[in-house]
T-cell receptor, first 111, second 115 residues
């Protein structure tokens, strides 16, 4: 089966950089994804890593190390609107390719 | 990306009753996924709904409690049957985007409160 671990909460100040880590255990690996969910909203896709290294999308970057079963989401130049929950997710090896989500990290950005 | 309309957005239900949640997608999709999210918790997959076949349920979820219909490639329903307060949760439908196998688009969710 699959399992993912990420910190439950992170706090940072506006303008800072924050890193949210995710370690995973899977029977087969098909990439690590990150989703953002604001309070009361739907989860939205942020980024995806299939191969080792860094993927950058604006202020957000995501990193993957398959040998370490580890990834992280890096948020730069934090803004108040970045306060949200962030979930890492892996795709399982079933024919449906369903996503299994981590427990989520609540990021609080303070002024 | 796909646009998903989900309703009801919220409801308050009495113990023992059933409620059906509808999910409409603006494009044809092969698979639709139903997730549950309890307050402050992660997303737990209930089942995968393929058009033309029985839904595939995850461990801990059964068809009698969460019957799913998938009559065509743009629509699905999830029924929460014989509800109890433990069923109070947000129920989300989602579809896999063609842009990537790991990219899901979610509906806005249906927030159910069972009294």
């Amino acid at each position: 089966g699959q399992s993912l671990e990420q910190p439950s909460e992170v706090t940072a100040v506006e303008g800072a950089i924050v890193q949210i880590n995710c370690t995973y255990q899977t029977s087969g690996f098909y990439g690590l994804s990150w989703y953002q969910q604001h309070d009361g909203g739907a989860p939205t896709f942020l980024s995806y890593n299939a191969l080792d290294g860094l993927e950058e999308t604006g202020r957000f970057s995501s990193f993957l190390s398959r040998s370490d079963s580890y990834g992280y989401l890096l948020l730069q130049e934090l803004q108040m609107k970045d306060s949200a929950s962030y979930f890492c997710a892996v795709r399982d090896n079933s024919n449906t390719g369903k996503l299994i989500f981590g427990q989520g990290t609540t990021l609080q950005v303070k002024p | 990306s796909a646009v998903i309309s989900q309703k009801p957005s919220r409801d308050i239900c009495q113990r023992g009753t059933s409620l059906t949640i509808q999910c409409q997608v603006d494009s044809q999709v092969t698979m639709m996924f139903w997730y549950r999210q309890q307050p402050g918790q992660s997303l737990t997959l209930i089942a995968t709904a393929n058009q033309g076949s029985e839904a595939t349920y995850e461990s801990g979820f059964v068809i009698d409690k969460f019957p799913i219909s998938r009559p065509n490639l743009t629509f699905s329903t999830l029924t929460v049957s014989n509800m109890s307060p433990e069923d109070s949760s947000i129920y989300l439908c989602s579809v896999k985007e063609r842009s990537g196998a790991n990219v899901l688009t979610f509906g806005a969710g249906s927030r159910l409160t069972v009294l």
